[in-house]
């Protein structure tokens, strides 16, 4: 008898094992989505992305970093241009052997894409004169490729990458001084709520003196939890009443949609 139970123990064991091999397997499965498949999916997020690398034919060169606060702004900018793009229908001519601009993207699983203007080649004298289509990209992942058209970005790798800031604007700084000084008024129980903080002021009746401000900011700590609530909240600041706070509000596990929303600053 003895021996039966160690034979059905073993083969417990046995099933066990596999259904741990068999959920493992489906979960790197899962997990090896390709890029190309996301991004047609519109499932890409920007904290999937580690960094990128800007260069283009002149050797201007510039990184931009998931790590840095700041620069973590443009990876947001970016993926938001990307899952506002379209598929554009028709051959993919081969890409410039040195494009003007490329921009490589290194995700967290180390995949390198690389996106550059998209060219239409012909032959001319001889030889083949290749001239970028105005609005339009290629998309590479290994040796698989897409063409996008997306004005934004298209611009953004042209130029618009080297006038980035490398730090807040004023009215910036002054946007997140204002919030500070309202949060205070709210206690310590809020004071994790400064994570993209947006202001928006009005005149009381046209009096320059007296303004209602509404305020909404996202929790810091939703950047290492995953999940992100998001923090509204109204004041009257009169300098004749002084602060008066009303309609504190917070929204619990937010959308990705109104996540970017709250922290884009671009068009």
């Not at 998309?139 to 611009?155: C, F, G, H, T």
Request: proline fraction near 3%.
């Amino acid at each position: 008898m003895r021996k039966y139970h160690v034979v059905i123990l073993f083969l417990i064991g046995c099933l066990l094992h596999s259904s741990s091999q068999m959920a493992e397997a489906k979960k790197n499965a899962n997990q090896q989505v390709s890029f190309l498949e996301q991004l047609m999916a519109h499932t890409i997020k920007h904290d999937e992305v580690q960094t990128i690398k800007m260069e283009n034919d002149l050797g201007q060169q510039r990184e931009f970093s998931i790590t840095d606060g700041f620069q973590e702004r443009v990876l947001r900018k970016v993926v938001h241009w990307l899952h506002h793009s379209s598929q554009v229908k028709g051959t993919i001519e081969v890409s410039v052997r040195n494009p003007a601009n490329r921009m490589t993207l290194t995700m967290v699983n180390k995949e390198v894409i690389t996106i550059e203007p998209a060219y239409t080649c012909a032959a001319a004298d001889k030889r083949q004169i290749c001239t970028a289509k105005d609005g339009e990209l290629i998309v590479s992942e290994n040796n698989l490729k897409i063409r996008l058209k997306s004005q934004p970005l298209y611009d953004w790798l042209a130029v618009g990458w080297r006038n980035e800031l490398d730090g807040p604007t004023k009215e910036e700084l002054l946007e997140e001084a204002l919030f500070t000084r309202y949060l205070n008024e709210l206690g310590p129980a809020y004071s994790d709520f400064f994570m993209c903080p947006k202001i928006r002021i009005e005149p009381i009746d046209g009096d320059p003196r007296r303004h209602l401000i509404f305020a909404s900011a996202l929790n810091y700590s939703g950047h290492h939890g995953g999940n992100f609530d998001k923090l509204t909240f109204s004041v009257s600041d009169s300098n004749l009443t002084g602060l008066q706070v009303t309609n504190v509000k917070i929204d619990k596990h937010i959308s990705q949609d109104e996540i970017e929303k709250q922290c884009q600053s671009f068009d």
